[in-house]
């Protein structure tokens, strides 16, 4: 079982970026799906998921109305899309399924 995220990199104040969780071994339609991020010196917090029973979707109030979170049954994928990006959205992303957590990819925001 594994969760491979990529589609991390530098990116300008205002900018966009589109993180991917590709999974294995897995489907992401049996569970309750999420990202997560840490930035430097800070514990790791919630950004998005998805509900296992209902579909909805949920967001941390620092992203909501800026980032999008969907996922692609046939490609067995989650996705986090960033727009607006901001300082503080620095940290490495992390998608998870309960128990499971992918290895991580740094999302940088700098001038």
């Known amino acids: 079982v594994q969760l491979q995220a990529s589609g991390g990199g530098l990116v300008q104040p205002g900018g966009s970026l589109k993180l991917s969780c590709a999974a294995s071994?897995?489907?992401?339609?049996?569970?309750?799906i999420g990202w997560f991020r840490q930035a430097p010196g800070k514990e790791r917090e919630g950004v998005s998921c998805?509900?296992?029973?209902?579909?909805?979707?949920f967001y941390s109030d620092s992203v909501k109305g800026r980032f999008t979170m969907s996922r692609d049954r046939a490609k067995n994928t989650m996705y986090l899309q960033m727009n607006s990006l901001k300082f503080e959205d620095t940290a490495v992303y992390y998608c998870?399924?309960?128990?499971?957590w992918g290895q991580g990819t740094q999302v940088t925001v700098s001038s």
């Open positions: 998870y399924i309960p128990d499971i």
């Open positions: 998805i509900s296992k029973s209902t579909g909805n979707t």
């Open positions: 071994g897995i489907t992401l339609d049996n569970y309750a």
